[in-house]
């Protein structure tokens, strides 16, 4: 059965320090998201992305973010300057077109700041 | 502002009992409704979902029950089983692929054997 995967499972880095989550959605999806969530909390909306451009973002998705889909299959979260609080699950999730509704979520990777 | 929220943080039940986990949403516009299930360390794993138009839909061992009047949204497990243990999410959106989820808090269901 398809599905989403992340890269790395687990990131440490070092406070201001540039980090890049790497995913590969299902191959024949055409929507892109991001997701976080802190340790204890709700998962929370970052963005969307759809034809190689952002369709909405939140208001946590600041100039530290940007996300880019480099090549036919991955998708990526690039964050410049972490910061402590940027710790948190990182969920990529994509959705087939079609249907329109179904959001299909990766394993998340798990991003500590120091 | 709008949100989607769960009203009890935790629910422990017998191996066996059926479990009824509840969601109040206040964003009228929303059309879609889902339930999600969270495992430790996983990514939140799609249960069932249910339009605005309908009132209840039915799974395998699941059912989505949506009262739009007083917007209310349930999840009920029939005959729940350790392997049910987990996080459970509602979420909510508007229809179509663009739009993003809103989810709720989260609530914990134990299953005690």
């Known amino acids: 059965e398809p599905e989403v995967t992340q890269t790395p499972s687990h990131q440490v880095t070092q406070m201001g320090q540039e980090v890049i989550l790497r995913c590969v959605p299902i191959?024949?999806?055409?929507?892109f998201y991001w997701y976080r969530q802190i340790l204890g909390q709700k998962v929370e909306f970052l963005v969307s992305?759809?034809?190689?451009?952002?369709?909405?973002k939140s208001e946590i998705f600041d100039d530290q973010f940007s996300v880019e889909r480099p090549d036919g299959s991955n998708f990526t979260l690039k964050i410049r300057s972490t910061k402590l609080e940027d710790s948190a699950m990182y969920f990529c999730?994509?959705?087939?077109?079609?249907?329109?509704?179904?959001?299909?979520f990766g394993p998340g990777t798990r991003l500590t700041v120091l | 502002g709008e949100s989607v929220g769960l009203h009890l943080p935790t629910l422990s039940v017998q191996e066996g009992d059926n479990s009824i986990i509840n969601c109040a949403y206040s964003?009228?516009?929303?059309?879609?409704f889902i339930w999600y299930k969270q495992e430790s360390g996983k990514g939140p794993q799609f249960i069932i979902d249910?339009?605005?138009?309908?009132d209840k839909r039915q799974g395998q061992r699941v059912t989505v029950l949506l009262n739009k009047t007083v917007k209310h949204l349930s999840l009920q497990i029939a005959a729940t089983q350790p392997g049910d243990s987990a996080v459970y999410f509602c979420?909510?959106?508007?229809?179509?692929?663009?739009?993003?989820?809103?989810f709720g808090k989260g609530i914990t269901l134990s299953v005690r054997p």
């Open positions: 999730a994509s959705n087939l077109a079609l249907l329109g509704n179904e959001q299909f």
């Open positions: 191959s024949n999806h055409l929507y």
């Open positions: 992305f759809y034809n190689n451009e952002i369709s909405e």
């Open positions: 964003n009228s516009a929303s059309d879609y």
């Open positions: 249910i339009r605005s138009n309908m």
């Open positions: 979420a909510e959106k508007y229809t179509g692929a663009n739009s993003k989820l809103t």
